[in-house]
């Protein structure tokens, strides 16, 4: 059996409860060790106001992975990660501890009742795109980044390491 060629994707991960920076890179840590898979680049994290949502301000940042994972069975793993974190669904877009949505994957364009990439409303969001094109400055036009500059986006200052 032949061994599935390395793919370049892009996750956008955000969340607004609990300790939502804590969260999110925990998330990038979970998403680095998940099999088959290594980390790229990772963004900084951002903060933004919730948009078709509530509740607290969204911290949110974009990963760079490599895989030999299809886009399906990376969907199952972020779907798992976002479930271990305590995701739930009680209605559209509301409030959650970790969102985690496939941008990128490749070249591929894929359209699936589970699965839409590239992701359908990620050229709209201030919230992925400018973290993209921090990490992949080729894939984000400055039209694009032009388009979402109404959108408040603050950058969280990088944390020391403790000594």
Same mark, same amino acid.
């Not at 739930?88 to 959650?96: D, K």
């Given at each position: 059996?032949?061994?599935?060629?390395?793919?370049?994707?892009?996750?956008a991960?955000?969340? $607004?409860?609990?300790?939502?920076?804590?969260?999110?890179?925990?998330?990038?840590?979970?998403?680095?060790?998940?099999?088959?898979?290594?980390?790229?680049?990772?963004?900084?994290?951002?903060?933004?106001?919730?948009?078709?949502?509530?509740?607290?301000?969204?911290v $949110?940042?974009?990963?760079?992975?490599?895989?030999?994972?299809?886009?399906?069975?990376?969907?199952?793993?972020?779907?798992?990660?976002?479930?271990?974190?305590?995701?739930?669904?009680?209605?559209? $877009?509301?409030?959650?501890t970790?969102?985690?949505?496939?941008?990128?994957?490749?070249?591929?364009?894929?359209?699936?009742?589970?699965?839409?990439?590239?992701?359908?409303?990620?050229?709209?969001?201030?919230?992925?795109?400018?973290?993209?094109?921090?990490?992949?400055?080729?894939?984000?036009?400055?039209?694009?980044?032009?388009?979402?500059?109404?959108?408040?986006?603050?950058?969280?200052?990088?944390?020391?390491?403790? $000594?």
């Amino acid at each position: 059996m032949q061994a599935r060629p390395e793919v370049l994707a892009y996750v956008a991960l955000g969340g $607004n409860l609990g300790d939502a920076q804590v969260v999110v890179r925990q998330a990038m840590d979970q998403i680095a060790a998940l099999a088959q898979t290594r980390m790229v680049a990772k963004s900084s994290l951002y903060l933004s106001a919730p948009v078709d949502s509530s509740g607290p301000d969204y911290v $949110n940042a974009v990963v760079e992975i490599s895989t030999t994972l299809s886009a399906p069975e990376l969907l199952l793993h972020l779907q798992e990660l976002e479930n271990r974190a305590g995701r739930e669904r009680p209605y559209l $877009n509301a409030p959650r501890t970790l969102d985690l949505d496939l941008l990128l994957f490749g070249q591929a364009n894929i359209t699936s009742q589970c699965l839409t990439v590239p992701h359908p409303r990620m050229w709209q969001r201030a919230f992925v795109l400018v973290p993209l094109a921090e990490i992949a400055p080729h894939l984000v036009s400055d039209a694009q980044i032009s388009a979402v500059s109404g959108q408040t986006l603050r950058r969280i200052p990088a944390q020391s390491p403790s $000594n």
